[in-house]
Nanobody, 130 residues
Framework: GRHLVESGGGSVLHGGSRRLTCVVS????????LAWFRQAPGNEREAVAT?????????WYASSVQGRFTISRDSVGNTLYLKMDSLKFEDSAIYYC??????????????????????WGQGTTVTVDS
């Protein structure tokens, strides 16, 4: 499988911003779906945002982060970002990036489960403080 490494986590004030980075080792294919998930203590892992690696590069966001978070890739394509603005206490979690071959009907609609992704990073922790 492909190797993913997240970075950028840490403590941030409520209302502040943070950018997470995920570096993917290995080829990213046009049919890939790149995703950010998060998991807070006691909660299940949930999808936050996706970007389709193929034509159009469509994105999808969970309703809880829509308008506050932005997912993107660098021009080379092997680095994935998650820019988080207007952070809330409930955004505190371990954030994971993941990649899997997945078409737009699923990737770009959020119609998938964490178990559908095979390759994961180790996670980076974001803590929103007052």
């Amino acid at each position: 499988g492909r190797h993913l490494v997240e970075s950028g986590g840490g403590s941030v004030l409520h209302g502040g911003s943070r950018r997470l980075t995920c570096v993917v080792s290995g080829e990213i294919w046009s049919g890939d779906c790149l995703a950010w998930f998060r998991q807070a203590p006691g909660n299940e892992r949930e999808a936050v945002a996706t970007i389709y690696a193929g034509r159009g590069g469509t994105t999808w966001y969970a309703s809880s982060v829509q308008g506050r978070f932005t997912i993107s890739r660098d021009s080379v394509g092997n680095t994935l970002y998650l820019k988080m603005d207007s952070l809330k206490f409930e955004d505190s979690a371990i954030y994971y990036c993941a990649i899997e071959v997945m078409g737009p009907p699923y990737c770009s609609t959020g119609n998938f489960q964490p178990r559908d992704f095979e390759d994961w990073g180790q996670g980076t922790t974001v803590t929103v403080d007052s």
